[in-house]
């Protein structure tokens, strides 16, 4: 049987997929199998998967569904190969619907929240396996390095920025009614904890008589323009409140919130390989939270890896789980008195060694790699039962 596990990445930002891709393929390196990361965007890509294919692959896997519609002579290559796909889904599938309703019964959806399952179903409708997927949390190698107390970051929130003025500018060239709808969902979510648009929507479609249901492509880019919009006022929000503190902001897109004689420093992105290194240096790791209610978002976990107390807007799940770590600590991000609750709990009394332990444990119990793995490996064991339903098809002679 084939050894080897390839993972896909494409380009992002900061290299993330392929830093991630990397470190969990290495967890399982010692149980004898090859592994390999490849990338669509390397010139050797193609020659480099035809001698995988030809040798023989387990499965593959993507995040995102990078890789999941590759295709040879206009076939699914999983399907042609009759090699399992899983697609690693963690954002919402309005933001690329096509990599969530791929035609081949070889490639899986694996989503690691249910609130993108949930959405899946009701509006993508794909024929493929869907499933739920743990969420896994690599140990942060440097969590030891340095003691909380002579940590020298004192705040650090890494976040790409963006103006949501200049998002809410386009939509002056939306139809008349479509800009009220978005004007309208603004307004209901500017005062919302993190959690999911589409209810908010469909009801702000509802009051202005529209029904976008029979036209998905509509609803899914005007749930994209939300969902963008939101996010970049929470995080601007967040940033806003950190100036005047002894925090470092760490990525691109902050210029609509610098000014002169901020406290707050402004450093350019980094490459994703060495936020465990900064995460380990810090104190106290800031973050704003997506549009979702049903889990965790990672970089919190990364946080309580890292050793690190965590101060983010809270969601459902939040409020109901991770509200019991006493190195967790929630904030009203649309509070006008953000700035002074940020800065009493940058005063307040230092954390307990104990208290950092169970933060980590509770990320290292819950979030374990090898589980998420193990789970993609299950999910590959049903693709390959493929070729035994062709009899079982409804349009089957």
Not at 61 to 66: K, P, S, V
Not at 229 to 235: E, M, Q, S
Not at 258 to 279: C, I, K, M, N, T
Request: some cysteine.
């Amino acid at each position: 049987m084939a050894q080897t596990i390839v993972a896909l990445v494409g380009e992002n930002a900061n290299g993330i997929l392929e830093c991630q891709s990397q470190r969990f393929l290495e967890l399982i390196r010692p149980l004898g199998l090859e592994v390999c990361v490849l990338s669509l965007h390397d010139p050797e890509f193609p020659r480099r998967l035809t001698a995988l294919l030809e040798s023989g692959i387990a499965f593959g896997w993507g995040y995102a569904g990078i890789g999941a519609r590759l295709a040879t002579n206009d076939k699914n290559i999983w399907s042609h190969f009759q090699i399992p796909f899983i697609s690693v889904l963690a954002d919402a599938p309005y933001a690329l619907p096509r990599n969530h309703h791929v035609g081949s019964d070889w490639v899986i959806n694996g989503y690691i929240y249910r609130d993108w399952l949930d959405l899946q179903r009701l509006h993508v409708r794909s024929g493929q396996v869907s499933a739920m997927l743990p969420m896994g949390v690599i140990a942060n190698p440097d969590r030891h390095r340095t003691p909380w107390s002579e940590r020298p970051t004192r705040l650090l929130f890494v976040k790409t920025g963006c103006d949501p003025e200049r998002l809410r500018a386009r939509w002056q060239s939306w139809p008349i009614r479509l800009r009220h709808v978005l004007e309208d969902c603004a307004t209901a979510l500017a005062l919302a904890p993190p959690g999911p648009i589409l209810a908010v929507v469909q009801d702000c479609l509802l009051a202005h008589g529209l029904i976008l249901e029979g036209s998905r492509p509509l609803l899914f880019r005007l749930l994209n323009e939300v969902d963008l919009y939101v996010r970049a006022l929470r995080a601007t929000a967040m940033a806003r409140a950190l100036l005047d503190l002894p925090a470092d902001i760490v990525g691109s897109g902050w210029e609509h919130v610098q000014r002169p004689g901020a406290r707050a420093r402004f450093h350019p992105s980094v490459p994703a390989g060495e936020l465990d290194a900064r995460y380990a240096q810090a104190q106290i790791l800031v973050n704003t939270t997506p549009n979702f209610a049903t889990g965790a978002h990672e970089r919190v976990l990364r946080g309580f890896a890292a050793r690190a107390c965590v101060i983010s807007d809270e969601n459902a799940f939040a409020a109901s789980v991770l509200s019991q770590l006493p190195t967790h600590h929630a904030v009203d991000w649309s509070a006008a008195d953000l700035p002074d609750r940020l800065a009493s709990l940058l005063d307040g009394a230092a954390p307990e060694e104990g208290e950092l332990d169970q933060a980590e444990q509770f990320t290292a119990s819950h979030y374990d790699p090898s589980l998420f793995l193990a789970r993609m490996a299950e999910l590959a064991q049903i693709a390959r039962l493929t070729p035994t339903l062709s009899g079982f098809a409804l349009d089957a002679a």
